[in-house]
T-cell receptor, first 111, second 115 residues
Framework: GNSVTQMEGPVTLSEEAFLTINCTYT??????LFWYVQYPGEGLQLLLK?????DKGSNKGFEATYRKETTSFHLEKGSVQVSDSAVYFC??????????FGKGNQVVVIP | GAGVSQSPSNKVTEKGKDVELRCDPI?????LYWYRQRLGQGLEFLIY????????KSGLPSDRFSAERTGESVSTLTIQRTQQEDSAVYLC?????????????FGPGTRLTVL
């Protein structure tokens, strides 16, 4: 069935460092792909999305490109800030618009 | 405007008791979803409501779980005879429609702890 796999473990990095969080998917067809973010003490919110192959989603300095050749949707940001500390979830849409999520990655940015 | 709200925010219960969780979606959103997140796991889909259509219950883990929604408003998720493995954060989301790719807006969740 359709599923999403995120790289294991938390990510700790210094302010202004480059961030990459890997996400790969298994799916029938080409579903829309999403990154959701959960800031401390807040609810899950949509960060960016891409609806078809080669699309690039972007928001708040984050980017992710829908790569059908590698079935990936890696999240990147060129220069992270302390305020980017959060948990990031990759997801794809299935039937009835329900989402299949990866396990999430805790990102901690150190000043 | 108001976002998705859920109550209670925290619930501690004893094994074997029934619990009821509530979700108030964004007004005008026809689609409503329940997910749960167990410790160290991603979110798992539980159930989906769209307007007056029959709900998609394909994610409910057992017959101890049920959910209702009145029209396009409040939804309640009921867990009967709770077990320790039911401990999780239960998240509700709503979207303007059930069309594929429509953004879902999430509530803050209910943290359920079964002792």
């Amino acid at each position: 069935g359709n599923s999403v796999t995120q790289m294991e473990g938390p990510v700790t990095l210094s302010e202004e460092a480059f961030l990459t969080i890997n996400c790969t998917y298994t799916a029938t067809g080409y579903p829309s792909l999403f990154w959701y973010v959960q800031y401390p003490g807040e609810g899950l919110q949509l960060l960016l999305k891409a609806t078809k192959a080669d699309d690039k989603g972007s928001n708040k300095g984050f980017e992710a490109t829908y790569r059908k050749e590698t079935t990936s949707f890696h999240l990147e940001k060129g220069s992270v800030q302390v305020s980017d500390s959060a948990v990031y979830f990759c997801a794809l849409v299935m039937g009835n618009n329900r989402l299949a999520f990866g396990k999430g990655n805790q990102v901690v940015v150190i000043p | 405007g108001a976002g998705v709200s859920q109550s209670p925010s925290n619930k501690v219960t004893e094994k074997g008791k029934d619990v009821e969780l509530r979700c108030d979606p964004i007004s005008g959103h026809t689609a409503l979803y329940w997910y749960r997140q167990r410790l160290g796991q991603g979110l798992e889909f539980l159930i989906y409501f769209q307007g007056n259509s029959a709900p998609d219950k394909s994610g409910l883990p057992s017959d101890r779980f049920s959910a209702e929604r009145t029209g396009e408003s409040v939804s309640t998720l009921t867990i009967q005879r709770t077990q320790q493995e039911d401990s999780a954060v239960y998240l509700c989301a709503s979207s303007l429609s059930g069309a594929s790719g429509t953004e879902q807006f999430f509530g803050p969740g209910t943290r359920l702890t079964v002792l």
